[in-house]
């Protein structure tokens, strides 16, 4: 089963969230219907900025651990890379 790491943003240069996952299309439906209490409820963020896909768990969570020690330029400089726009990706596979 794949794991995902996933950006969430309250809006374009915003604030951030960084999660891990088994399933992101229901992680990222759970945060936007708000059925998740905590940051990303009370800061509404729910647009999922960008993702990777892992082959395991361990491998999502080092990386997690490792985007959540970056500076907040080199993840601005990451989400810009393949999404300059800040498009909800999750508009692709959810349906919000």
């Given at each position: 089963?794949c794991?995902?790491?996933?950006?969430?943003?309250?809006s374009k240069?915003g604030?951030?969230?960084?999660?891990?996952?088994?399933?992101l299309v229901r992680?990222?439906?759970?945060?936007?219907?708000?059925?998740i209490?905590?940051f990303?409820?009370?800061?509404?963020v729910h647009a999922?900025?960008y993702f990777?896909?892992?082959?395991?768990p361990t491998?999502a969570?080092?990386?997690e651990?490792?985007l959540?020690?970056?500076?907040?330029?080199?993840?601005?400089a990451?989400?810009e890379?393949?999404?300059?726009?800040w498009?909800?990706?999750?508009?692709?596979?959810?349906g919000?």
């Amino acid at each position: 089963m794949c794991s995902y790491v996933y950006l969430l943003a309250s809006s374009k240069n915003g604030t951030l969230y960084i999660g891990v996952t088994n399933d992101l299309v229901r992680r990222i439906d759970e945060h936007k219907l708000g059925l998740i209490d905590g940051f990303t409820k009370k800061y509404k963020v729910h647009a999922l900025v960008y993702f990777e896909e892992f082959p395991d768990p361990t491998s999502a969570i080092a990386r997690e651990k490792q985007l959540k020690n970056w500076k907040r330029s080199w993840k601005l400089a990451l989400i810009e890379k393949d999404n300059p726009s800040w498009r909800d990706l999750s508009l692709d596979f959810s349906g919000f």
